[in-house]
Nanobody, 114 residues
Framework: QVRVVESGGGLVQAGGSLRLSCTAS????????MAWYRQAPGKQRDWVAL???????NYADSVKGRFTISRDNAKNTVYLEMNSLKSEDTGVYYC????????WGKGTLVTVSS
C-alpha cells in the first residue's frame, strides 16, 4: 500500500522560511508528478506547486518567486522550500503523488504569525 507522509510544518514569523518534506513509500515515486496543495482555515484546498518526472516545475501565482519545489528520487522525497512567508500562507499543506490516480498525505500545518 502506498503511503505519503508530509513533515516540516510549524510556526514561523512573517518573512521567515520553512522547508516541507514529503516522502512516499513504494517504487513508483520517480514515475509520478508530485504536487503540493494547501488549505487555509475555512477555505478550499488550492494547488501550490508541482514538479514533473523530468523536473519541470510550475507554481501558483501567489507563491511564485518565494517557493521552490524539488525532488530527490533516490529518497522518494519531494520538498517545498518556502521563503518570505506571509500570514496568508497559513494552512495545512498536502502532498499529492500522481495525477489521474493520486495518493494524498494527511498534511502538515504551517502557521505564519504576523
Amino acid at each position: 500500500q502506498v503511503r505519503v507522509v508530509e513533515s516540516g510544518g510549524g510556526l514561523v514569523q512573517a518573512g521567515g522560511s520553512l522547508r516541507l518534506s514529503c516522502t512516499a513509500s513504494g517504487s513508483i515515486f520517480s514515475s509520478k508528478t508530485m504536487a503540493w496543495y494547501r488549505q487555509a482555515p475555512g477555505k478550499q484546498r488550492d494547488w501550490v506547486a508541482l514538479i514533473t518526472t523530468d523536473g519541470s516545475t510550475n507554481y501558483a501565482d501567489s507563491v511564485k518567486g518565494r517557493f521552490t519545489i524539488s525532488r530527490d528520487n533516490a529518497k522518494n522525497t519531494v520538498y517545498l522550500e518556502m521563503n518570505s512567508l506571509k500570514s496568508e500562507d497559513t494552512g495545512v499543506y498536502y502532498c499529492k503523488m500522481g495525477r489521474s490516480i493520486a495518493y494524498w498525505g494527511k498534511g502538515t500545518l504551517v502557521t505564519v504569525s504576523s
